[in-house]
């Protein structure tokens, strides 16, 4: 069989910045992807890994670092609208910036798919061709946050609701190494909740665990999963308010790059490992 390497981008909004980190350290060890696979603030990072996997970093840097995400992050970028609290136009400019020359999936460099919620048909739906930067918008429409992305005769809303860490999606594309590079919420374990707010979260994250164990489960054989770390050290480190300052972002790129690097090397270590234990 034919070696295929798959880099599968979770949600997870501003938590994502870990993503950079990884990326970092997959990238220093020589991997390169052949399909990058991104749902949500994954999709966004994805798709700047797909346009040119060596030179991602420095533009994931910039877009991270960029006066656009800290509009967006900040709440500096709030344009409440009937049904959403965000203009778009920050994360527009900010993608368009960071893909220059990128209009099509076709422009891209390593074969590209990114998740959205079909609002009409209550599905998951996957973009694989045709305009990227609409398909991105709608794989992070984060309802309430962003208003949703009407593509063709249908409105699309952000991808995690349907498929969060989608390590299906690389399974059925015939991925044989999947790296996972997941927002750190499936490392801690869940508490119960304390208050409203709470009880929303922590139902979110059980449909998002579920599914990602479910899809785990059901994994071939001879697919190999190396799960990255994002170096948080409890549950309480991703929550929102505790990252959206530029420092704090910039934390948790650089805890990622070293957990992760620390796991890749262990992990070439033990090369016979089974798919199940690189985790």
């Known amino acids: ?87 778009r136009g ?15 999936f076709a422009d891209l460099e390593v074969e590209f798919r990114c998740c959205a919620a079909s609002i009409e048909r209550a599905a998951e739906h996957w973009f694989a061709e045709g305009p990227l930067v609409p398909a991105v918008l709608a794989s992070a429409a984060l309802p309430g946050v962003f208003p949703a992305v009407r593509i063709g005769d249908e409105h699309f809303v952000d991808g995690g ?13 015939g991925a044989t190494d999947i790296y996972v590079m997941q927002v750190g919420r499936i490392e801690h374990p869940l508490s119960a909740p304390r208050n409203q707010f709470d009880n929303a979260r922590v139902a979110f994250e059980i449909s998002r665990r579920h599914r990602f164990a479910r899809d785990r489960a059901a994994l071939p054989p001879t697919t190999r999963l190396h799960l990255l ?15 959206l300052s530029p420092v704090a972002v910039r934390r948790r790129m650089e805890r990622a790059h070293q957990a992760a690097s620390d796991h890749l090397d262990t992990e070439a270590a033990a090369p016979h490992a089974s798919r199940r234990s690189s985790s």
Request: aromatic residues 2%.
């Open 1 to 87: 069989m034919t070696a295929k390497v798959a880099f599968v981008l979770g949600g997870g909004g501003v938590l994502g910045a870990v993503q950079v980190g990884m990326l970092r350290a997959v990238l220093e060890r020589g991997i390169r992807p052949d399909l990058v696979v991104g749902t949500s603030i994954g999709a966004i990072n994805g798709a700047i890994v797909a346009a040119d996997p060596d030179r991602c970093i420095d533009r994931l840097d910039h877009a991270w670092t960029s006066r656009d995400a800290r509009v967006l992050t900040t709440g500096l970028g709030v344009r409440p609208g009937r049904a959403h609290v965000m203009s």
């Open 161 to 173: 609701i349907v498929n969060s860490i989608p390590i299906s999606e690389a399974a059925a594309a």
């Open 90 to 104: 920050p994360l527009v400019r900010l993608l368009e910036g960071a893909l220059p020359r990128v209009r099509t």
């Open 229 to 243: 770390p994002t170096g948080t050290a409890s549950e309480r480190d991703n929550r929102i308010a505790r990252n």
